[in-house]
């Protein structure tokens, strides 16, 4: 009974099917014979409605094809397909030939909704038919081998597409489905074809036979021309009509259309462009270096900066925002190295040739005004931050793939450069000040001291001078940074000639080397003053500065010291050698036994003492030679390279410029010679 009533079920599923199957396709055969009737009667409306239900009904029979009737009528249901598209396309052709569009323009909009119903072939067929057909006439007048498809008719091919867009908003808009962006894709089509043609016209320019070269500034124009009329066409079609269904990506996140659509052409010609830029540029840089640092007119301020610097960041600024809006690509990386060519040559040939003593008529040199020493600082200063913010500003306005590429880094510590140079300067006007100081402190009979009295008279000179000397400079310096960096190059300079002086002032006695630590004691307390000497009264140094202070010049108390313990008996010399300057070099060690003006047959028994102790386990890890007798060396490379210091000299480390010979100024800034002390000292504020 069971297999009964499930054979009973399988009948009535198969009757069922079949009823359908019959009727589908009564429906198919009455629709078929209908939308036939209705094409050649071109009732387009409804012949894109029967059209979908006649193409849906078909898609059931697709498993029948093997039924001879079935796959006659779905042949016919092909044909006649075939047969509307092309009817279609021949009533858009005629219809536009006899320019009846006004008359016909409702049928035409009907005949596209059966081209929708056709789908995306017959769809592409039309749209690909109708830019071609609005845009014969631009191709004809515009060929690149016409006048008028010159670079100079450039603005009457974008006026041609306007008024193009004008009619087609007027005329035919109606005609076409909003969905099928024909007016986007008419201008997609029209930026293609201009972007080719204006590939082949630079090209051709390019290599011109007469040896002329392409007009920069009509590339210019014509380029932001083009930029311009790109982007009121990216203005116009984003539409929300384009928006993405996604939410989180609403219509001003969307990638731009029209964005380089015909202004890409243009991109591997813009070199040229920065080809001008870097002439430009190599025209203004000898006449900067012959204009004074500050105009005649203008009266000194000690925060003013030599306007050629202003000049040349505001050429950068307008030469940078003109680029960026032509190509955000290789070519911003090009111009970034033609800034960077040109701001080393600045530091090197302007700035540089401002703070170097260099001949003046019958003088074998003119040592620069300290005013100009200032304008220099403050320009290298500010030529420094503005190359911090130049490489952000670039980058900003650049594509990702090449922000790695652009690096001023080493353009700004040649600017941190020439500040340490500057600071030197100001410094060695302070030391030029102190000789005569130093020559009264070699004169004094430091053998013949009975006790120690007083400060020494040469002391209070030189702390007058200094403080006059620094009084004046400080006053000028507007920056504090600037200010701490010139004082501890000062303290420094002054520290290094009080240990070299020492080693010209003997035979010292022990007396003498005592009323030199006096002498050093006082000279330390005056320097410690010496940041607040043009602040008001009763200002207290920062503590940082007088921590500094005590540290430099506490590398003379160990050699004072040393000097204090009498040769006999010998060990007590040896063992505050050890203890004090704490060092295993025989050179040194015989300094100092001259520095106390033993006989050359008393020094070999201290040697033979030296190298004993020396020698011995605790004294073992003792450097070869010790820093505090550095100075001396770098005296004897200063004597040894002859001449007399530069003034321009001290590109180098701050914290050690007092030891530098000025004579060894490279000629070509080096960066890789700039310290880390350079920046610390320059950039650090007061503690």
């Known amino acids: 009974m069971t297999a009964d009533i499930k054979r009973l079920d399988n009948t009535k599923r198969n009757l069922t099917l079949s009823m359908t199957a019959l009727k589908r396709l009564q429906m198919l055969t009455t629709a078929y014979e209908q939308l036939r009737g209705l094409s050649t009667s071109r009732q387009y409306k409804d012949c894109a409605q029967l059209l979908q239900a006649v193409i849906q009904l078909m898609a059931h029979f697709k498993s029948y094809r093997s039924i001879d009737q079935i796959a006659t009528l779905s042949r016919n249901v092909s044909d006649l397909q075939r047969e509307l598209l092309e009817q279609i396309c021949e009533d858009f052709e005629v219809t536009f030939a006899k320019a009846e569009v006004a008359q016909r323009r409702g049928m035409l909009a009907e005949a596209c909704l059966v081209m929708d119903s056709l789908g995306e072939n017959a769809r592409s067929r039309l749209i690909t038919w109708y830019c071609n057909t609005q845009l014969r006439e631009y ?5 690149s081998t016409e006048e008028a498809g010159s670079l100079d008719n450039i603005s009457r091919r974008y006026a041609w597409f306007r008024r193009m867009l004008k009619t087609y908003d007027d005329e035919h808009a109606v005609m076409f489905p909003a969905q099928w962006r024909m007016n986007e894709m008419l201008a997609n089509a029209f930026c293609e074809g201009t972007r080719e043609d204006f590939k082949n016209i630079l090209s051709k320019s390019i290599r011109r036979a007469d040896g002329q070269t392409l007009d920069v500034d009509l590339l210019l124009s014509c380029l932001q021309e083009t930029l ?12 929300t009509s ?38 430009k540029l ?17 009266e000194f301020s000690s925060q003013m900066v030599i306007p050629s610097s202003i000049e040349l960041f505001s050429f950068y600024r307008m030469t940078l925002a003109q680029c960026a809006k032509l190509s955000p690509g290789a070519r911003l990386v090009e111009l970034s190295k033609v800034f960077a060519k040109y701001l080393d040559q600045y530091a090197q040939q302007v700035l540089l040739f401002y703070v170097s003593e260099r001949p003046s008529g019958q003088t074998p040199s003119k040592t620069p005004q300290l005013e100009d020493t200032i304008l220099v600082l403050n320009t290298a200063d500010y030529c420094f931050n503005t190359c911090t913010q130049l490489e952000e500003k670039i980058k900003n306005r650049m594509d990702e793939s090449f922000k790695a590429s652009v690096d001023l ?23 030029v000040d102190l000789e005569p100081t130093w020559r009264e402190m070699r004169n004094t009979g430091w053998s013949k001291l009975e006790s120690v009295g007083d400060q020494s ?11 006059k000397r620094a009084g004046e400079i400080l006053s000028m310096l507007h920056k504090q940074q600037y200010a701490r960096a010139f004082c501890d190059n000062l303290v420094d300079s002054i520290a290094n000639a009080f240990i070299i002086n020492i080693f010209q002032c003997k035979p010292i006695s022990e007396v003498g080397a005592e009323q030199m630590l006096l002498d050093s004691y006082v000279l330390k307390k005056g320097l410690e003053g010496l940041l607040t ?29 040393t000097l204090q313990v009498r040769p006999s008996p010998p060990e007590a010399l040896v063992q505050a050698y050890l203890i004090h300057i704490a060092d295993r070099s025989d050179s040194n060690f015989r300094r100092i036994l001259d520095l106390k003006g033993l006989r050359k047959q008393d020094q070999s028994h201290m040697m033979d003492l030296f190298q004993a102790h020396r020698a011995s386990p605790r004294n ?11 100075p001396l060396a770098a005296s004897n490379l200063s004597a040894a390279g002859g001449g007399g210091p530069s003034i321009a000299s001290g590109i180098g480390s701050l914290s050690g410029a007092a030891t530098l010979s000025t004579s060894n100024l490279p000629a070509r800034f080096d960066p890789s010679t700039l310290g880390s002390a350079i920046i610390n000292a320059a950039r650090d504020g007061v503690d």
């Open 139 to 143: 191709r004809q007048v515009f060929r």
């Open 228 to 239: 311009d009329f790109e982007h009121n066409l990216e203005r116009r079609f984003s539409s």
């Open 242 to 279: 384009r928006a993405s269904i996604d939410t989180f990506n609403s219509d001003s996140e969307r990638a731009p259309v029209f964005s380089q659509a015909i202004s890409e052409a243009f991109e591997p010609y813009l070199s040229v462009w920065v080809e001008a830029q870097d002439k």
């Open 282 to 298: 190599s025209a203004m840089i000898p006449q900067y270096r012959q204009q004074p640092p500050k105009p005649p007119d203008e």
């Open 409 to 431: 880094q080493s353009q700004a510590d040649a600017f941190m450069g020439i500040a340490s140079a500057t600071v030197r300067a100001l410094v060695r006007r302070a030391e």
């Open 457 to 467: 008279s040469w002391v209070a000179e030189m702390l007058r001078a200094v403080k």
């Open 533 to 561: 000497v043009s602040a008001p009264p009763n200002t207290a140094p920062p503590a940082g500065y007088t921590k500094r202070v005590n540290q430099t010049m506490s590398r003379i108390d160990p050699i004072l010291k």
């Open 620 to 630: 073992e890890k003792l450097p070869q030679s010790s820093a505090l007798l550095a």
